[in-house]
Each structure stands twice: as C-alpha cells, then as structure tokens.
C-alpha cells in the first residue's frame, strides 16, 4: 500500500471522517510486517484497539431483583391527600380569621393614629385659648 494513501487514511481517521473499511485497511496495514519507519508511532494505537475489540467481560455481575416502591408510593400520597381533604379547610379556615383579624388591627392602628394626631392638634388650640382666656382675666380685672 502507498505511503501517501496510508497517511491519507491517518488524517481522516484523527478527524473521524474515515468508514469502517478504511479503519480495517489500517488496522490491517499497522498489524502487519511492512510499516514505515515514520509511522511506526502509530503500531502500539492499531494494536491495542485490535486486542480491545477480542476482549471480553468474563466475570460474573451480581443483578439484585429490583423493589418496586410504587405502591406504598401511592398509598402515602393517598394518605397525605386525606389528610388535606379533611385538616384542610379547619386550617384555611383559621388562616382567613387570623388575617381578618390582622386587617382589623391595622386599621384600628391607623384610626387611633388619625385621632391622636386631631386631639394633639385640638390640644394646643386648647392651650392657645388658655392663655388668651387667662389674658382676658387679667384685662376684666384691671379694670
């Protein structure tokens, strides 16, 4: 075989475009007697896939028989949706009391902070009147 058709069949087997017919005449040609002093680089490659492909598994692999868990899979989800159906609304229930109870709060918060800032704006009004009624008394009396 050709030396350049060799190397040819070299390249286009690194970039993975060769057939299976041109990876045997490879094989073949690397197996045998007359390779190339520069391509004997590549004889330890051929040889090696050539044992890799006679290479069996002899041992023995232990199969464990497999355990299906999908019925007590089913049974806890059908537990668990009991469960739901018949805890679910009492939950749902306090949930919105507690909520509405919340809101309540807040805008009993938000009243009562209305009104305070009205009485301590009422207040000083009140302090202000005060003091002009305590003026007016003074006046009265003077004269």
Do not use: C
Request: hydrophobic letters at 35%; charged letters at 30%; glycine letters at 2%.
């Amino acid at each position: 075989m050709e030396l350049d058709n060799i190397k040819k069949l070299l390249d286009k087997y690194f970039e993975a475009k060769t057939t299976v017919t041109e990876e045997n005449l490879l094989r073949k040609y690397f197996n045998g007697e007359e390779v190339a002093p520069q391509l004997e680089q590549y004889i330890p490659l051929f040889s090696y896939l050539s044992h890799a492909k006679e290479e069996r598994f002899t041992k023995q692999v232990p199969l464990k028989p497999r355990t299906y868990h999908y019925r007590w899979i089913s049974v806890a989800a059908a537990v668990i949706l009991a469960f739901g159906i018949f805890f679910g609304p009492e939950q749902y229930r306090e949930y919105q009391e507690q909520r509405q109870a919340e809101i309540a709060y807040n805008e009993t918060r938000k009243a009562l902070s209305l009104l305070a800032s009205n009485l301590e704006r009422g207040t000083n009004k009140v302090a202000y009147l005060n003091e002009f009624e305590q003026t007016k008394q003074k006046l009265y009396k003077n004269d």
